[in-house]
């Protein structure tokens, strides 16, 4: 195991109810992502963590929001699913001893209807 | 601002013959440049990093500062490395360093 698992693996849902994506990572690491996988597109930077309560937006972090309350656990919510937002979301979580050294979980597949 | 581009969506190579994805990138810094690969319905996996300089199933990478590039090549590709290909650059940016990626290349090896 990787030392990091995200929840649900697959999710349907409506347009405009919120959906919550939960990473959970075992190794006590403090840098933590979410991106979004998209064809043509890669995977692009939606919001990280830096510690509990430390977060910040990435590049297209509009229509998410994410908390951090603690080491373990960085949660992604959509506050109004859109259609847009259909997508791979992946958690990533950065060692600190190897600095570019990223661990991904197996991803989350939304579906917004 | 950075970016990472890669050019090809689609290569499609025979069993044992040579395999060339390329990656270019522009940013203003000293560049920290990645593969990852992603096999079908897999987590991405970390192939290569440029510091290192090493090689890893058969594939290798070489940063070009004078053509901003960092291809990754192997010279014969085996039916196993069908995945998903994406470069990467680590950059800093406030709190935290990130990954900026290409949008991927899907290499399809042949029988």
């Known amino acids: 195991d990787a030392g990091i698992t995200q929840s649900p693996r697959h999710k349907v849902t409506e347009t405009g109810t919120p959906v919550t994506l939960r990473c959970h990572q075992t190794e006590n690491h403090r840098y933590m992502y979410w991106y979004r996988q998209d064809p043509g597109h890669g995977l692009r930077l939606i919001h990280y963590?830096?510690?509990?309560?430390?977060?910040d937006k990435g590049e297209v972090s509009d229509g998410y929001s994410v908390s951090r309350s603690k080491t373990e656990d960085f949660l992604l919510t959509l506050e109004s699913a859109t259609s847009s937002q259909t997508s791979v979301y992946f958690c990533?979580?950065?060692?600190?001893?190897?600095?570019?050294?990223?661990?991904f979980g197996s991803g989350t597949r939304l579906t917004v209807v | 601002a950075q970016r990472v581009t890669q050019p090809e969506k689609l290569l499609s190579v025979f069993k044992g013959a040579p395999v060339e994805l390329k990656c270019n990138y522009s940013?203003?810094?000293?560049?920290?440049l990645f593969w990852y690969v992603q096999y079908s319905r897999q987590r991405l996996q970390l192939l290569l990093r440029?510091?290192s300089r090493e090689s890893i199933k058969g594939f290798t990478a070489d940063l070009n500062k004078g053509e901003t590039s960092f291809h990754l090549k192997k010279p014969f590709a085996q039916e196993e490395d069908s995945a998903m290909y994406y470069c990467a650059l680590s950059r800093s940016s406030g709190s935290a360093r990130q990954l900026t990626f290409g949008s991927g290349t899907q290499l399809t090896v042949l029988p």
């Open positions: 990533a979580i950065r060692h600190p001893w190897d600095n570019y050294g990223y661990t």
């Open positions: 940013y203003s810094g000293s560049p920290e």
């Open positions: 963590s830096y510690g509990v309560k430390d977060t």
């Open positions: 440029h510091i």
